[in-house]
Nanobody, 125 residues
C-alpha cells in the first residue's frame, strides 16, 4: 500500500516557475515508476510525466517537454515536478500516482493508482 500527498501548487504569472512535490509512504515506493497527471475543469485527466523506479528513464507529454522536469529521491520517498516557463494552459489540478503496469510511458491514467488529493496550479496571463 502506498499513500501519496502532493504539495507545492499555487498562483504564478505566465513565464514563472513552480516546483511540485509528491511525498509517499509505504515500503515499496522505490520499486514503482511514478507519474504526474493534471486535470483542468471539464477535461479528462492528462498525462504530464513519468519516471522509472531508479530515476534513469523519464518521459514527458509533448506539451511540457523542455519546460518540466520530473525527478525522484527514493531515500526521501519523494517525486518532484519542476515546472518552468509556465503558461495559462498549464492551469490544472496536478496529481501524482503510482504506475502499476507496462509500458511505463503509457499515457493512460487507468494504469495508475494510489492517487493523491492533488495540488492546484494556476497560471495567470
Amino acid at each position: 500500500q502506498v499513500q501519496l500527498v502532493e504539495s507545492g501548487g499555487g498562483l504564478v504569472q505566465a513565464g514563472g516557475s513552480l516546483r511540485l512535490s509528491c511525498a509517499a509512504s509505504g515500503r515499496t515506493f522505490s520499486t514503482y515508476a511514478m507519474g504526474w497527471f493534471r486535470q483542468a475543469p471539464g477535461k479528462e485527466r492528462e498525462f504530464v510525466a513519468v519516471i522509472n523506479w531508479s530515476g534513469g528513464s523519464t518521459y514527458y507529454a509533448d506539451s511540457v517537454k523542455g519546460r518540466f522536469t520530473i525527478s525522484r529521491d527514493n531515500a526521501k520517498k519523494t517525486v518532484d515536478l519542476q515546472m518552468n516557463s509556465l503558461k495559462p494552459e498549464d492551469t490544472a489540478l496536478y496529481y501524482c500516482g503510482v504506475n502499476r503496469g507496462y509500458p511505463i510511458d503509457s499515457r493512460s491514467p487507468d494504469q495508475y493508482g494510489y492517487w493523491g488529493q492533488g495540488t492546484q496550479v494556476t497560471v495567470s496571463s
